[in-house]
């Protein structure tokens, strides 16, 4: 199995700052500042947790992929943040994000995301487990195949 996890509306509630990109008056750059800030949402960072140890009592360990509509120019904040909030992550984890200056919508970004994931790993759609909060990815995962945990919390929400 390959796991893909979405961040933002996952493991990390943006709430706080999605006035930043809302609304006719949207600040990326000032969003993608304040992205290292977001408050982790426990119950997703517990879900990750026990599919990794899980598979490490296992004896073996599938890699986890983030897949996430964030800009590359927050790269560094992102991986800190998984770095702060994740004990396990730099071992068993790929981040994927939006390439700088692409403005198209998230489910597009994340379509080619997880065709080029599908082509570099051999991995079958229909053996990608996928969890995410984004209703417009969560159709496209699920067209490709993939099988779909919707994440819906009453906060963090990032669509």
């Known amino acids: 199995m390959l796991y ?3 961040i933002d509306g996952v493991i990390a509630d943006v709430t706080r700052l999605l006035p930043l990109i809302q609304g006719d008056s ?25 599919i990794i140890f899980k598979q490490y009592d296992a004896g073996r360990i599938d890699r986890v992929h983030f897949v996430t509509g964030r800009n590359e120019c927050s790269r560094e904040a992102t991986m800190t943040w998984l770095a702060d909030n994740l004990d396990w ?30 082509k570099e790993t051999c991995t079958p759609f229909s053996e990608m487990i996928v969890f995410e909060d984004d209703a417009d990815c969560v159709k496209m995962y699920e067209e490709l195949g993939c099988y779909v945990c919707h994440i819906k919390h009453a906060r963090a929400k990032s669509d």
């Open 26 to 50: 949207k600040d990326f750059d000032a969003y993608y500042k304040c992205i290292g800030n977001a408050l982790p949402i426990q119950s997703g960072i517990d879900l990750i947790d026990a």
């Open 89 to 118: 992550y730099e071992k068993w984890y790929t981040l994927h994000m939006r390439s700088k200056g692409d403005r198209r919508l998230a489910w597009e970004v994340k379509h080619d995301i997880v065709q080029r994931i599908h």
């Open 4 to 6: 893909i996890f979405d």
